[in-house]
């Protein structure tokens, strides 16, 4: 019930360690993957109190100098100022360049370790291991890395692949539900953008999934690692196939921002906007409306159900088109047609604004 998926990147070869338990060999493993005399082990409070004891230990085991780096749970510890305070620890704790990071969480701690790593001394050597589902599927592989800027999310960063990605799915049993609906709306991108075969995979096991069954969760990690490892060898930067990546993420984006971040899950959000995104193709793509609600029902059994919130549309336009994406002031979106078939197109305001209205006149009152 464990899986290795390899991950080739531009100058990169790295395997991808999947399955429940890998956390109790995470010693040998990680020794396996470097000959480093300290490791930094930057993790935050919550997953501390979980796992960080039996990594640090496990660690020291090997015979590696253990720095334990901890700071607080949440997007607010994306920073400059955090990833700068981790650099002069590092500096201060005497992490050479033959040393190595270990991000030990979830996107934030793997986001910001990352980051500092590949800026110390130039960059030293990382190594991702994820806890949450989100983590797991999409943020520990692919070798982007950053902090967010007061003017927005993710607006600083490097590309720095990892040595290696050690994902143990038992781990996954504490995360609260709505870390899990966040990793989940992920999955069912991947699968949609996949194909035919793995969304009916999902379709069939989207019960066992909302379980959490870890059979099934393993495999479903395993699917989509796999998926972004052929992205990413196709376009590590984005320029290509990576686009693909942001389905659902613009409208999904746009309504977090106006609704304030966390006022709906990240999954939601998301979720949202795939719903957005089939509808929008229906007109200016090729998705039949049976793909369309084939897509809904697989989004409601995961439990990412349509949000309630009544959202400006006028609001959400205007944060859409400050969106990374958008170029010469033009709305760019993914549209998924069918399972697999994908592009990324500008879509006109006049369209955007028409399906707005009427996906904001199916809300509540705001
Ligand atoms: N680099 C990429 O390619 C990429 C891709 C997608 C998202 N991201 C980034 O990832 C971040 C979001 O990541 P996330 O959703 O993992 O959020 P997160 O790292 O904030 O983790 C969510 C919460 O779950 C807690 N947690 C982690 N593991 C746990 C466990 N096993 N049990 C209980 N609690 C646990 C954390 O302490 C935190 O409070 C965002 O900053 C986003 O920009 C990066």
């Known amino acids: 019930m464990s899986a290795t998926v390899h991950v080739r990147a531009p100058g990169a070869l790295y395997n991808v360690e999947i399955g429940p338990g890998a956390l109790d060999e995470i010693g040998p493993m990680i020794r396996d993957l470097t000959p480093a005399e300290s490791v930094a082990l ?6 501390a109190s979980l796992f960080g004891m039996k990594v640090d230990t496990a660690l020291a085991r090997e015979g590696f100098r253990v720095l334990s780096l901890t700071v607080p749970a949440g997007e607010q510890s994306k920073s400059w100022a955090v990833a ?6 590092l500096a201060a704790g005497g992490v050479s360049r033959t040393d190595a990071v270990v991000a030990l969480g979830g996107g934030v701690v793997g986001d910001l370790a990352g980051f500092a790593a590949a800026v110390y001394l130039r960059g030293i050597d990382f190594i ?5 589902l989100l983590a797991m599927v999409d943020s520990s592989v692919g070798g982007k890395t950053g902090v967010d800027l007061r003017a927005g999310k993710n607006l600083a960063g490097a590309f720095k692949q990892p040595l290696g990605v050690i994902a143990d799915t038992a781990a996954l049993a504490t995360l609260p539900e709505d870390e899990w609906l966040s990793g989940l709306a992920e999955v069912a991108k ?4 996949d194909g035919e075969e793995f969304m009916s995979w999902l379709e069939a096991r989207a019960e066992q999934v909302a379980a959490r069954d870890e059979a099934v969760v393993t495999e479903l990690v395993e699917r989509c690692v796999r998926f972004k490892a052929d992205v990413v060898a196709r376009d590590e930067k984005e320029e290509g196939p990576r686009e693909c990546l942001n389905y659902g993420h613009t409208l999904g984006h746009a309504i977090e921002k ?3 971040y966390g006022a709906v899950t990240h999954g939601q959000a998301v979720a949202e ?3 957005f995104a089939s ?9 039949s409306t049976e793909f369309v609600r084939r897509q809904d029902r697989l989004l409601d059994v995961l439990g990412l159900t349509s949000i309630e919130e009544r959202v400006e549309p006028s609001a959400v336009l205007e944060a859409m088109h400050v969106d990374k994406k958008s170029r010469s002031g033009v709305v760019r979106m993914v ?3 069918s399972p697999s078939s994908w592009h990324c197109v500008p879509v006109q305001d006049v369209t955007i604004s028409a399906h707005l209205d009427a996906w904001a006149s199916t809300k509540g009152g705001e």
């Open 42 to 47: 930057v993790t935050d409070e919550t997953v």
């Open 84 to 89: 700068g305070d981790l650099c002069e620890t």
């Open 128 to 132: 991702q291991v994820p806890t949450t």
């Open 190 to 193: 991947t699968a949609v953008l």
């Open 258 to 260: 106006v609704l304030g």
């Open 273 to 275: 906007g795939m719903r």
């Open 279 to 287: 509808r929008v193709s229906v007109q200016v793509g090729a998705a």
């Open 335 to 337: 549209l998924v047609d």
